[in-house]
C-alpha cells in the first residue's frame, strides 16, 4: 500500500510528510520511504499553534479555527509532497495523520486522561480524496495507557538489533526513549517513556533571548559560547518528573512557554549571561537523558540512534555522547533510515496497521491494559476501492 505520514510535532516548527510504500505484517514488514518533504510554518502559523498550547492565551474560538486551518495547509502539504513524488492522489491509498498535539493531560498520579490533537481528518479526507486515518492516541488512553510514545511500537518493529540492547532516543520538543532487546532474546520487552523536556525550553530561551531572531540554537551557537551553570542544572534536575517511574509522558503542559520564561527569569536573578542560560539549558536536556538511561534501562545500552530536531545541536549531541558512553551515539541514517522523515513514517505505518485491524502499541510501551487498534477512520473518496481491495 502507498500511505502518507503527516506529521506536526511539539516544536511545532512545520508539516513532515512522509510518503511510503508499505507491505507484510509484523515480524514480516516492509517499509520503505519513497519521498518526504518537510512544510516549515509562516511564523503566524507557528504563533497561533503556540498560544492555542498555552491556556492563558488561548480560547476555544482560536483552537476551533486552528482546527480547520491546520487541515487545510495539511491537506495542501499532502498533495505537494504527492506531486513532489510524481505520482497523483489517486495512487495513495491512505494517510495517516498525528495533527498538532495541544494538551497532553498528566494527572498528579502520572495518568494520562485526555491527548488532544489538532487537524480536522474530514477535511484532509474531502481535499485529498484519501482516506484518512487520526486520533492515534485516544484508544490507549481510554484503554488506561499513557497515548505516547507511539513511535516505540515502530521501533519494535524495525530497529531491533540482532544481538544488543539498543536505544532510540528522540529530541524533539520533548525527548523520548525506547529501549529495544535484541532479537535474540524472546522473553524481553520493550520499555518506553518520555525522558523530560528535549527541545522545548531551549527554543522558547533562544527565541526570548534573541528577540525573535532564531527561533531554535542553530549549530549550538549560544551553547557553544557559554559555559554550564552546574549549581543551576543540579537544582533543575530534582524536577519530580525525572525520578517518576515509567510509563510516563510529558509535554509543554509542564515543560512549555510558563516554564521557560520562569527559568530565564530565574537564571537572570541568579546573574547569568544569555549563553550560560542556553549552554545550562542544553546540558539539562542532554543530563535528562543519561540519567533516564541510568535510572530505567533494563541492560547495558551498547548503541543509541538519535533523532529529532536535537540531533543537529553539535553541543547537546557531545554532551550525550560524553555522558552515555560507552554507548555508540548514532544516528537513523547510519542504518539506513531518514531520520528527517521518521515520525512522519512512524504515523504511515500505524495507519496501515489500523486499516489491517491490527493493535499499534504494546501494554509494556504505554502501560495500557491490553494491545489496542488506534485511530478514528474518515473514509476519501477511494474509500469504496479500499475495502474491495484489502478485505474481497
Known sequence: MIVIGLMSGTSADGVDVALCDIGGHPGDMRVELLSGATFVYEREMRERILASCDPNSSGVDQIADLHVDLAELFADCALSAIIEAGINAGQVDLIGSHGQT??????????????????????????????????????????????APLT??????????????????????MGNVTFLPPLSDETSEPIAFDTGPGNALLDIAVSQISQGAMTYDRGGHYARQGRVNEEWLEELLRHPYYERDYPKTTG??????????????????????????????????????????????????????????????????????QLLAPAVVMTHEDIGMDSDFKEALVFAVLAYETWHNRPATLPALTGARGASVLGSITPGANYADLLRATWL
Do not use: C
Request: glycine share 10%; no cysteine.
Open 252 to 321: 509543554r503542559e509542564t515543560f512549555g512557554t510558563a516554564a521557560a520564561l520562569s527559568l530565564i527569569a530565574e537564571a537572570k536573578s541568579r546573574g547569568l549571561e544569555d549563553a550560560e542560560i542556553i549552554a545550562t539549558l542544553t546540558a539539562l536536556t542532554a543530563t535528562n537523558i543519561a540519567d533516564a538511561y541510568r535510572r530505567f534501562a533494563p541492560a547495558p545500552i551498547r548503541e543509541v540512534i538519535l533523532g529529532g530536531g536535537g540531533r543537529h545541536n553539535p553541543v547537546m549531541v557531545g554532551m550525550l555522547r
Open 152 to 173: 516505540s511500537f515502530v521501533d519494535w518493529l524495525l530497529l531491533r538489533h540482532p544481538q544488543h540492547w539498543r536505544a532510540v532516543q528522540n529530541i524533539g520538543g
Open 102 to 147: 495541544l494538551w497532553h493531560n498528566v494527572l498528579p498520579s502520572g495518568r494520562v486522561n485526555v491527548s488532544l490533537q489538532i487537524v480536522e481528518a474530514a477535511v484532509l479526507a474531502e481535499r485529498t480524496g484519501i482516506t484518512t486515518i487520526n486520533n492515534f492516541r485516544a484508544r490507549d488512553i481510554a484503554a488506561g495507557g499513557q497515548g
